[in-house]
């Protein structure tokens, strides 16, 4: 009894969850200015059109800024997973006078978050030219040291091993890093790059003020961008945020396994 | 082993191939911007065999208008072939913060439509090109425009701007929603009765108990600063003193004009929670409203829909009211080609597109639009010239947009009670002093 | 020879800080450019009045005075405490449950799992948008289910309480199953014994949840409100586009503040200001958080 009330508590609970998104998908495919709100017209199958996705198809660059938004996650998960890996190799391989304060200066990195520096870090991204530009969106996203910290307490938990006789050369300290310890923490990278990704993904105010030309926008600053001039077209809205999803929504499917895994990882030890 | 050794050689492929398509797009940005590896390209290219010079066009006109501008746009694109013009659409609200950086970076529009109120700031800051040079080389020539336009957009006698038009608003009225009320005249006027705020709530009330279900008065709330200012300165009001130097705005008139509105509001002869009032009428489901004169062709041409339109009525003394007017801007980082290129846009912009402007219903800027016989038979043009005549604009200060966004911020605020009146205008007076003396 | 020996020492160990140091650089080089330079610059621009062009003139503390002196930096700052107070406790409870929902064995468990944590990978635009349409006073989905119900309908984006519970509800159904999935996976690490044991000694499940799961979720617990503090005090992108501020300035955040004046008003000096206070606050809480969790462990 109490086991199938909490069965249907939990799919409830889904239908609820899902409801916003199936409307958005039926509401794309009405035509311009039915909203779907009835049972009446969830189930008249009639009139449904593609006209909505080829309206937006056509009148914005909505790829173009999938791919914007592609590339910007992409390059910034892996250069951050490359950088946070080697920086974690210092920190938990190695033992120098200055790593107390530079860990600390690199976890203060988690203290405060760009949103709260707007203004001296466009000031800073203005002066060296780099607005209106995907790299003056991904090197500042580089500086948060939560891969760091990850990646570090995963190397901390590796046998000592490997570092004997190795603690000099620094040569052969970058092939000990390159051919045992970036494989063996393999897993621990990909969870924080998916992570990674997630966060770039969802970025929205930064890219908001700094990119101005359409070509350059992301899929989060061109939405809005295109969606303010259609206010009154529901449908229109409804589709462009419905191909604005699915990418992620088939990419997530796929990946489901790994991206659940990642994001647990970085939250249980982070 | 090996796998690990596949792994690590997976991680730097995918980041090598990253890497490429990034660079892939930032040379596909770069070339659809006005970068500089454009300049040296078009350069190179000697001037008109590599195709058209290809410039980008802001501008902020949503819904109606937009429909114009792409037909403007459309019609220059295929008159010549030397330039092709392409245009981004930003959201009104946030128009000037993307172009105030945009001008700061130098990373932006060739070409994009400013407001003539706007442009102080820009102009002082040297951001935007010089026209008198530019005009010669696209046979432009500023006698062409009204002069107190062009006055509007120069500074030290040096025009900044080619000011396409003149818009304010008008009192739009359902004819079927009115006349059901009976208060529509014999020549389809409205009857407003005494002229006066009690008049006017009069009038409204009668509305609501004649034809129930409808909004008497559409009020533009999202952009309630527009009504306010009609009203406030049929009161005589202002919002800085004469010298610029000061907030003149915490008196007794502003106050009267937003207990008018909240008034209104609460007595429900208003819908406050309406966030598309020009919709509601335009669907025939509010029976007044003060819409821009820039709606006129969009709600004429509405089958069903039957419309009238005549000047705001003097509900609180005098006829001024507020007007704006929309000018064309090139920054000034933009490279010489592209800036004659610009200038011929804004040229056939305001004269020949004036005439479709026009259409939308904002009062051009071009004296041959006005004066020829195809725009004075258009419906009402007679009555937008006659409101033209008392119009008052925005004080021409360097720190407009300042106190236009304090403006803004404060009357949402108290129409959405959660600043009183008094609070309001004394906030509003403090906020633009502080930045007046900034 | 001790000289000799200990001038190598000394050339040893500057060579390992040097190679420990290269192993940093790419990290720290960015976070120099891109975070300390710009925290010090900030403290720098808001000393002064400054325009998007450029420095305009030395004002001391001027900014500091006025932004201290007026009332809507309280009050925006309040806002986006009031936003963490409102959804911090919605989403941590509400990911609990959907946790210990989905951590039994049920039919179809890895597709529940799938759809809570479903919204967490769409854009914050595109779930902005659904729900701005969702609860459109007319045509919106939320009022209609309402009015079926025999509820009144509510005025969601235009009055002002309403309005913040529009983005909590937003929200929390984009992020809460992130929290969810962190949940699973603390719950996963609790031994199964314990639950075992706890049979045996007959207990009930409300016993077992409060003295088995909840200290067994402790840890992911501190991290998660830490975490979820923070996201909401940045609240920006669902305000922006859902509501801009409004109605009137119930729902404008410090983020969106600072935005406006700094971007809007053009006066980067007062936004500086403004943002290193915000730096200042962020500091506190998190100095706050550290001294609670400290204190509890011990």
């Known amino acids: ?144 040291p939560l891969g760091l910290i990850l990646i570090k307490q995963f190397m901390d938990g590796l046998p000592k091993d490997y570092m004997e006789a190795a603690q000099i050369d620094g040569g052969r300290d970058f092939r000990l890093w390159w051919s045992i310890y970036l494989p063996l923490t393999r897993s621990a990278m990909i969870a924080i790059g998916i992570f990674y990704f997630i966060m770039s993904w969802n970025n929205f105010i930064w890219p908001y003020i700094t990119i101005n030309s359409e070509e350059n926008m992301v899929l989060s600053t061109g939405l809005p961008t295109f969606l303010s001039n259609n206010v009154l077209h529901v449908n229109t809205i409804m589709a462009a945020s419905a191909i604005a999803a699915i990418p992620t929504m088939i990419v997530y499917i796929f990946l489901q396994k790994h991206i659940v895994q990642g994001v647990s990882m970085t939250g249980v030890k982070g | 082993m090996a796998r690990r050794n596949r792994f690590t050689t997976m991680l730097f492929l995918m980041l090598a191939i990253v890497l490429i398509a990034a660079g892939c797009s930032s040379k596909g940005n770069s070339s659809a911007n006005s970068g500089k590896a454009a300049e040296t390209n078009s350069g190179t290219g000697s001037g008109g065999t590599s195709g058209p010079v290809e410039i980008t066009f802001w501008n902020l006109f949503g819904g109606g208008e937009g429909d114009f501008v792409d037909q403007i746009v459309d019609g220059f694109n295929g008159s010549q072939q030397e330039v092709k013009v392409k245009t981004l659409r930003l959201e ?347 | 020879m001790k000289a000799q020996q200990a001038a190598s020492g000394w050339k040893r160990q500057l060579k390992n800080e040097f190679s420990a140091i290269a192993f940093l650089a790419p990290f720290l080089i960015p976070l120099l450019v891109f975070y300390i330079w710009p925290l010090l610059r900030g403290a720098y621009i808001s000393l002064h009045s400054w325009t998007i062009l450029g420095m305009e003139k030395y004002v001391g503390f001027n900014n500091y005075t006025k932004i201290l002196t007026n009332s809507d930096f309280y009050k925006y700052l309040w806002n986006s405490l009031y936003f963490v107070i409102l959804v911090v406790p919605i989403i941590i409870s509400l990911g609990l449950l959907l946790a210990l929902l989905i951590h039994r064995k049920i039919p179809f468990q890895t597709m529940f799992r799938s759809i809570y944590f479903l919204p967490y990978v769409l854009s914050v635009s595109v779930i902005s948008f659904i729900w701005l349409r969702m609860f459109d006073s007319k045509h919106g989905l939320v009022n209609v289910i309402l009015e079926t119900l025999g509820l009144s309908s509510v005025h969601w ?84 586009i859902m509501t801009n501020g409004g109605p009137g300035d119930t729902t404008n955040t410090i983020i969106r503040y600072i935005y406006v004046t700094g971007f809007k008003k053009d006066m980067f000096g007062l936004a500086a200001a403004q943002s290193t206070l915000f730096c200042i606050f962020m500091l506190l809480i998190a100095a706050v958080q550290y001294m609670v969790v400290n204190r509890k462990e011990s």
């Open chain 3, 157 to 240: 984006l235009t009055s002002p309480n309403a309005a913040w519970w529009s983005i909590v509800i937003a929200t929390v159904w984009w992020t809460v199953g992130f929290v969810m999935v962190l949940f699973l996976a603390g719950l996963q690490e609790i031994s199964q014994e314990l639950y075992e044991a706890a049979d045996i000694d007959g207990a009930s499940s409300f016993h077992k949840f409060r003295f088995i799961t909840l200290p067994g979720l402790s840890s992911v617990m501190k991290v998660q409100i830490f975490f979820q503090i923070i996201a909401g005090l940045k609240l920006f992108g669902q305000v922006q």
């Open chain 2, 92 to 438: 009104s609200g946030e128009y000037y913060a993307k172009f105030g950086t945009a001008l700061a970076s130098g990373k932006g529009p060739d070409v994009a439509v400013a407001h003539a109120d706007r442009l102080a700031p820009f102009v002082k800051a040297g951001q935007l090109s010089a026209l008198s040079e530019l005009t010669e080389k696209a046979g432009f020539d500023f006698s062409e425009i009204t002069d107190s336009n062009v006055e509007s957009v120069s500074y030290d006698g040096i025009p900044y701007a080619v000011p396409i038009d003149t818009h304010f608003h008008m009192f739009y009225y359902n004819k079927d929603l009115l006349g059901e009320a009976g208060l529509l005249n014999e020549d389809g006027t409205p009857n407003f009765g005494e002229i006066s705020p009690e008049g006017f709530k009069q009038f409204l009330t009668e509305i609501k108990s004649k034809v129930p279900g409808i909004t008497p008065f559409s009020v533009n709330t999202p952009y309630f600063h527009e009504p306010f200012y009609n009203l406030y300165y049929q009161a005589g009001g202002s919002i800085l003193t004469d010298d610029l130097s000061q907030a003149d705005i915490n008196n007794e008139k502003a106050i009267d004009v937003l207990k008018f509105y909240l008034n209104l509001y609460d007595q429900g002869l208003s819908d406050i929670n309406d966030k598309t009032p020009w919709d509601t009428f335009h669907s025939g489901k509010s029976a007044t409203w003060f819409g821009g004169v820039w709606e006129a062709g969009w709600h004429l041409g509405e089958e069903g829909l039957n419309v009238g339109i005549t000047s705001i009525p003097p509900i609180f003394g005098s006829e001024t009211h507020w007007a704006a007017s929309h000018t064309l801007v090139i920054p000034e980082y933009v490279t010489e080609e592209k800036q004659v290129a610009a200038m011929k846009f804004m040229k056939y912009f305001t004269l020949e597109g004036g005439k479709i402007w026009a259409q939308a219903g904002h009062v051009p800027a071009a004296k041959a639009v006005t004066a020829s016989d195809e725009y004075m038979n258009l419906p009402y043009r007679e009555e937008f010239v006659a409101s033209q005549k008392t119009v008052k604009h925005a004080p021409k200060t360097d720190r407009y947009n300042a106190i236009d966004t304090v403006v803004k911020d404060v009357l949402q605020a108290v129409i959405f009670k959660t600043m009183t009146p008094e609070d309001g205008v004394k906030g509003m007076e403090k906020d633009i002093n502080e930045i007046l003396q900034n």
């Open chain 1, 1 to 144: 009894m109490a086991r199938a009330a909490i069965y249907s508590l939990t799919v409830i609970l889904a239908v609820i969850f899902v409801i916003p998104l199936v409307w958005m998908f039926v509401v794309s495919f009405k035509p311009e200015g039915v909203s779907a709100i009835t049972i009446a017209e969830w189930t008249d199958f009639s009139d449904l059109t593609i006209r909505n996705y080829a309206k937006v198809l056509t009148e914005s660059q909505i790829l173009r800024w999938t791919w914007n938004s592609f590339v910007i996650g992409a390059v910034t998960t892996l250069i951050t997973v490359i950088i946070s890996s080697l920086g974690a190799f210092a920190f938990s391989r190695k033992t120098f006078r200055s790593k107390g304060f530079l860990f600390i200066l690199c976890v203060s990195g988690l203290l405060i978050p760009t949103e709260a520096m707007l203004i001296p870090l466009y000031e800073t991204v203005l002066s060296i030219d780099l607005l209106d530009n995907m790299w003056g969106i991904i090197l500042p996203s580089l500086t948060n």
